[in-house]
């Protein structure tokens, strides 16, 4: 469950590189993410550079950008046929506009180009594109992957893991989308039982507090002030959880010291803060506030880095949304 609610397009056409299509699809979905092959059409066999076949899901024309967190884009010669379609173009311009995920291996970057968004970008792929990247007024990169903002380009399928690493990193710290079921994964309560996000919050409006470490200076200041905040989401009848990625025996001893009125999750498998999209660089989740309503539809999603929810602009109007 660790990647929940993520969904990636891969584009498909014939003469696609066999490694950066399968790799990437089947990584993401070992990820729990839902990737997704996308063709001009789902009754042709698009065969590989070296036959092996893949038929599409979804046709592209169907396929809306709001609905998806990222594209990739394999190399081979696919990518050629690819750039000549409007339908997939506008599709990787209008991703790329709203801050989705735009990968592209090899070739790939051709599609980009096309769309006209390498302008002013960071690129790399196979080095005969060195020409085609800097005329389209990007810069070309002579690098095994590179990450400009929210494109990531690999040179070839040597670099795979390389490239599906940052891949990962991106979706992990994207938002999840509002107005749709929360994200799931497990969580280890303080008496060391295993359960579900969902389990833990089914019917009951909920405010669910991320933080990195509780016994840091900020950890120490703000946790006891969330007390308050608790004890206001409970008189509603809703429930207020604090959850970071520190073992049981640390949130036990958080609450001991601390005096804190609220139960502490321990997320050690690290699902939830990654569905969230809050897993920091340090291995820690980051400060950050989730509002989800009674029927699991997640309603608010910010990043407090100073831990103080308060000041997070819309938070007010929401919880009063949610708690009246």
Sequence with gaps: MTMAHRRVVILVENQYQELELWYPLLRLREEGVEAKL??????ETFLGRHGFPAKAEMVTSSVSPRDFDGIIIPGGFAPDYLRRLP???NLVREMYQQGKLIGALSRGPW?????????GKRVTGLVSLRDDINNAGGEFVDAPVVVDGNIITARGP??????????LTFLWRSRPRLNEPHPDGWLIDGAGNVLSLVQLLRGKPSLVLFFDS?????G????????EWAEKVEKKGGLFVGISTESIFTHQ????????TFPLYSDVFLEVTKAFGVLGASGLAEWAVALID???VLRFAERCPGGDIESLPGFQRKFENLFG
């Design 38 to 43: 996308v063709g001009p059409g789902i009754e």
């Design 87 to 89: 339908v997939v173009t």
């Design 111 to 119: 599609v980009l180009i096309s769309a006209d968004i390498v302008r």
């Design 158 to 167: 040597n670099e795979l893991p390389l490239f599906m690493r940052e891949v």
């Design 214 to 218: 509780g016994f840091s200076p900020r």
């Design 220 to 227: 120490t200041t703000f946790l006891p002030r969330y007390n």
């Design 253 to 260: 001893e958080l609450q001991r010291r601390l005096h804190l």
């Design 294 to 296: 009674a029927h699991g």
